[in-house]
């Protein structure tokens, strides 16, 4: 039961209005540099690094986790819809 708790304020520790702006963008960047044909998910998570070192600990792992999963999806929308892997 404890483990729950903890999870769960963790969780509450995310909700915040700043982290939510931060999802957004990161995942909106995401999406736009996944659709780009050459850029790949890992290449837009080095670019975000050095946006990253202002920000603490926990956003900025959120913030490129976004940006990894946007990046991922942006690729596949492309992928699908020209029908090239």
Same mark, same amino acid.
């Given at each position: 039961?404890? !483990? ?5 304020? @963790?969780? @509450?520790?995310?909700? $915040? ?6 999802? $957004?963008?990161?995942? =909106? %960047? ?5 659709? =780009?044909?050459?850029? $790949? ?18 956003? @900025? +792992? =959120? ?8 990046? +991922?999806?942006?690729?596949? !929308?492309?992928? +699908?819809? %020209?029908? +090239?892997?």
């Amino acid at each position: 039961m404890e !483990r729950l708790t903890e999870f769960v304020s @963790a969780l @509450a520790g995310f909700a $915040t209005l700043a982290a939510l702006f931060h999802v $957004t963008w990161a995942t =909106l %960047l995401g999406i736009f540099v996944g659709s =780009l044909p050459g850029l $790949t998910a890992t290449m837009g998570v080095a670019l975000l690094t050095t946006l990253t070192y202002t920000l603490d600990r926990d956003t @900025a +792992i =959120l913030v490129l986790i976004c940006m990894y999963v946007g990046a +991922i999806y942006g690729g596949s !929308r492309t992928a +699908i819809l %020209l029908n +090239i892997p």
